[in-house]
């Protein structure tokens, strides 16, 4: 395979060359730390030309916001770093010995490898599920969740038979961490204050919205206080909470869900997946190249300065990474334990070029937030435990916060100002439907 030029003809050859796999939020950050540095030649390698914010996708999938204003464009980001390369390919796998990735259309060597591939959809098993559930990882996946969601709305409103009418607008989120508290409190506002106006035949606020969650209570990783307000909160938005409930099976019709001895067969058109998470197949790469352990999600079980055992010059970042050295469990798979975990590799490696050594990385806990619906929201400061309004403020501020670009802030604020005062969406197009790949999920490599 033809090895590819490090990058343009008046590179220094001392420069130390650094591979960056994702561009996402660990990988991005790296990316921007080491950029600053001209002892560094940086080449990142995403298959998307784009940073895609997955915490505001659930607006993209319920038409508040367009997938243009969540996304930026990666060279755009990285153009003031001179010494950042930027190519749109696929790591296919690595060579640890020769230090050398392999790409879609070519080789590239490194000196330091940092892979932050991040996670895809997790069926626990069921797999065929994914034609009939969509996840909500990709723009492709919100899109293809918006597309369901207003089909739902338009067939109920030409649909004369009463039972298929109250399939069509019956809505099933599994999984009740922040992702479905969000996505079920999003459809809770759509139906009964966007919508409740725009048809004829139908009165959308008799949407029947249910969340599953397998556990005694949504958003189990909050306090118990802040787990009940999500509930009532979302019962206000008219949805309908489901606890100890594990679904058993799903089809184009209906869902089956088991709750202790009982089980019952929910007619429902529209299932949105929100359950569940494992790993990209680079943790499968990896494993097999350098000998790393994987966890049941097949994340790779890193050493606490993120490296991976036995390989001092291989980084993994961000939801691929299994860090389990601070505290009895993992670091969760959030944007901030991304952010942080990009900024400290790229100091570390500035360290050991200088024969420096550095602790362990420990991340700093910024909290957990999330919104159910307009003026409603739960947030975790560990010291502070808020909810309603000044929570949700506190929300809308911390996401403008971590948009990358200044015009995304910009039009992600004016949509949310014009949202809050008209209560309507900004972006209910129905687009074709999608052709999805799944026998690739969570084989997706950065």
Same mark, same amino acid.
């Given at each position: 395979?033809?090895?590819?030029?490090?990058?343009?003809?008046?590179? @220094?050859?001392?420069? !130390?060359?650094?591979?960056?796999?994702?561009?996402?939020?660990?990988?991005?950050?790296?990316?921007?730390?080491?950029?600053?540095s001209k002892q560094f030649?940086?080449?990142?390698?995403?298959?998307?030309?784009? !940073?895609?914010?997955?915490?505001?996708?659930?607006?993209?999938?319920?038409?508040?916001?367009?997938?243009?204003?969540?996304?930026?464009?990666? %060279?755009?980001?990285?153009?003031?770093?001179?010494?950042?390369?930027?190519?749109?390919?696929?790591?296919?796998?690595?060579?640890?010995?020769?230090?050398?990735?392999?790409?879609?259309?070519?080789?590239?060597?490194? @000196?330091?490898?940092?892979?932050?591939?991040?996670?895809?959809?997790?069926?626990?098993?069921? @797999?065929?599920?994914?034609?009939?559930?969509?996840?909500?990882?990709?723009?492709?996946?919100?899109?293809e969740m918006r597309r369901?969601?207003?089909?739902?709305?338009?067939?109920?409103?030409?649909?004369?038979?009463?039972?298929?009418?109250?399939? /069509?607008?019956?809505?099933?989120?599994?999984?009740?961490?922040?992702?479905?508290?969000?996505?079920?409190?999003?459809?809770?506002?759509?139906?009964?204050?966007?919508?409740?106006?725009?048809?004829?035949?139908?009165?959308?606020?008799?949407?029947?919205?249910?969340?599953?969650?397998?556990?005694?209570?949504?958003?189990?990783?909050?306090?118990?206080?802040?787990?009940?307000?999500?509930?009532?909160?979302?019962?206000?938005?008219?949805?309908?909470?489901?606890? +100890?409930?594990?679904?058993?099976?799903?089809?184009?019709?209906?869902?089956?869900?088991?709750?202790?001895?009982?089980?019952?067969?929910?007619?429902?058109?529209?299932?949105?997946?929100?359950?569940?998470?494992?790993?990209?197949?680079?943790?499968?790469?990896?494993?097999?190249?350098?000998?790393?352990?994987?966890?049941?999600?097949? %994340?790779?079980?890193?050493?606490?300065?993120?490296?991976?055992?036995?390989?001092?010059?291989?980084?993994?970042?961000?939801?691929?990474? !299994?860090?389990?050295?601070? &505290?009895? +469990?993992?670091?969760?798979?959030?944007?901030?334990?991304?952010?942080?975990?990009?900024?400290?590799?790229?100091?570390?490696? %500035?360290?050991?070029?200088?024969?420096?050594?550095?602790?362990?990385?420990?991340?700093?806990?910024?909290? *957990?937030?999330?919104?159910? &619906?307009?003026?409603?929201?739960?947030?975790?400061?560990?010291?502070?435990?808020?909810? &309603?309004?000044?929570?949700?403020?506190? /929300?809308?501020?911390?996401?403008?916060?971590?948009?990358?670009?200044?015009?995304?802030?910009?039009?992600?604020?004016?949509?949310?100002?014009?949202?809050?005062? *008209?209560?309507?969406?900004?972006?209910?197009?129905?687009?074709?439907?999608?052709?999805?790949?799944?026998?690739?999920? &969570?084989?997706?490599?950065?």
């Amino acid at each position: 395979m033809e090895q590819l030029p490090i990058t343009n003809a008046d590179r @220094d050859p001392a420069a !130390h060359r650094i591979v960056i796999v994702g561009g996402g939020f660990g990988g991005l950050y790296a990316a921007k730390a080491l950029g600053r540095s001209k002892q560094f030649e940086i080449t990142l390698i995403d298959k998307r030309n784009f !940073h895609l914010f997955q915490p505001l996708l659930y607006q993209v999938a319920t038409g508040k916001l367009s997938p243009g204003d969540i996304s930026s464009p990666l %060279r755009a980001i990285l153009s003031h770093y001179r010494n950042v390369r930027v190519l749109m390919d696929e790591v296919i796998d690595i060579d640890p010995e020769r230090h050398h990735v392999s790409l879609q259309t070519g080789t590239l060597p490194y @000196d330091t490898l940092i892979v932050a591939t991040g996670v895809s959809h997790h069926y626990f098993g069921h @797999d065929q599920w994914a034609e009939v559930a969509p996840g909500l990882k990709t723009v492709e996946d919100a899109i293809e969740m918006r597309r369901r969601i207003f089909r739902a709305f338009e067939a109920a409103e030409t649909e004369s038979d009463l039972a298929k009418r109250r399939a /069509w607008l019956t809505f099933v989120v599994v999984g009740g961490g922040p992702t479905g508290v969000e996505l079920a409190g999003a459809l809770g506002e759509l139906a009964h204050h966007a919508l409740k106006h725009d048809f004829r035949s139908i009165d959308t606020r008799e949407t029947r919205i249910l969340l599953l969650e397998g556990v005694d209570r949504v958003l189990p990783t909050y306090p118990p206080k802040l787990s009940a307000v999500a509930a009532k909160s979302l019962a206000e938005l008219g949805v309908t909470v489901q606890t +100890q409930s594990l679904v058993t099976g799903i089809t184009e019709d209906a869902v089956t869900v088991r709750r202790g001895e009982q089980t019952e067969i929910i007619p429902a058109k529209t299932v949105l997946w929100a359950a569940g998470v494992r790993a990209s197949g680079m943790g499968q790469v990896l494993a097999e190249r350098t000998g790393a352990t994987l966890d049941r999600a097949g %994340r790779v079980i890193v050493n606490p300065d993120l490296s991976v055992p036995g390989q001092p010059d291989i980084f993994v970042i961000g939801d691929l990474a !299994h860090y389990a050295h601070q &505290g009895n +469990q993992p670091l969760p798979g959030v944007a901030p334990v991304a952010m942080q975990q990009g900024a400290y590799v790229a100091k570390l490696i %500035r360290h050991r070029l200088q024969q420096r050594e550095l602790p362990a990385f420990h991340y700093t806990d910024v909290g *957990s937030l999330a919104v159910i &619906g307009q003026n409603a929201a739960v947030v975790n400061l560990g010291w502070l435990k808020l909810s &309603g309004f000044l929570a949700w403020l506190i /929300w809308v501020f911390a996401h403008i916060y971590y948009l990358i670009e200044f015009d995304n802030k910009l039009i992600v604020m004016i949509q949310w100002f014009w949202n809050y005062f *008209s209560r309507k969406g900004g972006s209910r197009l129905i687009t074709q439907e999608q052709t999805l790949n799944h026998s690739e999920l &969570g084989g997706k490599l950065g």
